[in-house]
């Protein structure tokens, strides 16, 4: 068994009401004033306000800023990081999926250190100690709230950039069920995809540990028996705790082992066509799984057995049968089939792939992949 190391510094609270406790884990930072950040929706419904008035209930005054989109861009940081500035704020709430996290980590980082949030790509240029943040996810789907990554949207390189240090975790996470009821439903399916694409590529990366494996095989079960219940109903409460617990131990899994092809060629995707991140890896991921069953040590069954409604015994099946399943699985949850249908440009392939190529989660692909091999993968999904 090759070494491995593990570390989750972080302190997790999850369950129905939960939220109740953002004030008091607040007023544990010892800080004065918060600033969150969040989307429209979240502002329009009035969770922003909610969390404003809990937090000044208890003595703690707050801003907002409500303006991050889909793929939350430098500019969307560079706005965010002003507001932050001008608030006289001192912790960060990041409220909603995983663009808002994205961005509240960003901030973290350009408000302490200064410049652009581009200036600290990659591992290792985020020189100590960031804003703490309090995160409270409102999806099931990015994991975002126990990562060590910000991916933020450079639109004058069509390119996703990654920052990574584990500064960025967040101090806290809140993880409430009924924040997940009122998702749409296209929304819901492309989040839950995610998050099983998340513990997926975790469990069969070549950077998967014993420890990391235990996160990913539970994830894998959780989003495996209730997606399709969480789809159909958002207030299937059952189903919603299931979904938020397994996209809680997909994030702890992919940020030990990291992930593979799925998330390499996603990221080209949305920063050329600004395509939500999970239909991305949605309409991806049954095309490299199919082409990484070359490569499988058994684990497919695993992942099978968690993802069928009905599945056969070990002796009958094959790995292709996973991607097959997967492919009925988009279907049944509404989600597009290929990249054409979602406005991808085919002459965009190699300028893609070599963003693609640049991905430390290649390395990490169960099956060896050159260029050509994104090439032709992009060409079978399209």
Known sequence: MKAFSFSIPQNIVFGKGSLKQ????????????AFLISGPHLNKIGLVGQCREALKAAGIESDAF???????????????????????????????????????KAVSVVAVYGGRIADYEGGGKVPGSTVPVIA??????????????????????????????????????????????????RTAAACGVDA????????????????????????????????????????????AEGMLLGSLFAGIAFSHARLGNVHAMSHPVSAYFDVPHGVANAIL?????????????????????????CPVQKELFSPDMLAEELRSLNEELGIPKTLREVGVKAELFEAMA?????????????????????????????
């Open 22 to 33: 953002l004030p008091e884990l607040a007023l544990k930072l010892q800080k004065n004033k």
């Open 66 to 104: 409500t303006e991050t989109e889909g793929n939350p861009s430098t500019e969307t940081v560079e706005k965010a990081a002003k507001a932050y500035e001008d608030s006289g704020a001192d912790f960060l709430v990041a409220l909603g999926g995983g663009s808002p996290q994205d961005v509240a």
């Open 136 to 185: 409270i996810p409102t999806t099931a789907g990015t994991g975002s709230e126990v990562t060590a990554f910000s991916v933020i949207t450079d639109h004058s390189r069509n390119y996703k950039l990654t920052v990574v240090s584990n500064e960025l975790l967040p101090a806290y996470a809140i993880l409430a069920p009924e924040l997940i009821f009122s998702v749409p439903a």
């Open 196 to 239: 099983m694409v998340h513990a997926l590529e975790a469990y069969i990366s070549l950077g998967a540990s014993p420890f990391s494996d235990l996160f990913a095989r539970k994830a894998l079960e959780l989003i495996g028996n209730h997606i399709r219940s969480y789809v159909a109903n958002r207030k299937n409460e059952a189903a």
């Open 285 to 309: 991921l049954p095309t490299v799984v199919s082409f990484n069953a070359l490569a499988d040590q058994g684990k497919y069954y695993d992942i099978y057995r968690c993802v069928s409604k």
């Open 354 to 382: 070599d963003d693609a190529m640049k991905s430390g989660n290649i390395a990490v692909n169960p099956r060896s992949t050159g260029k050509t091999d994104i090439i032709r993968l992009y060409e079978q999904a399209f």
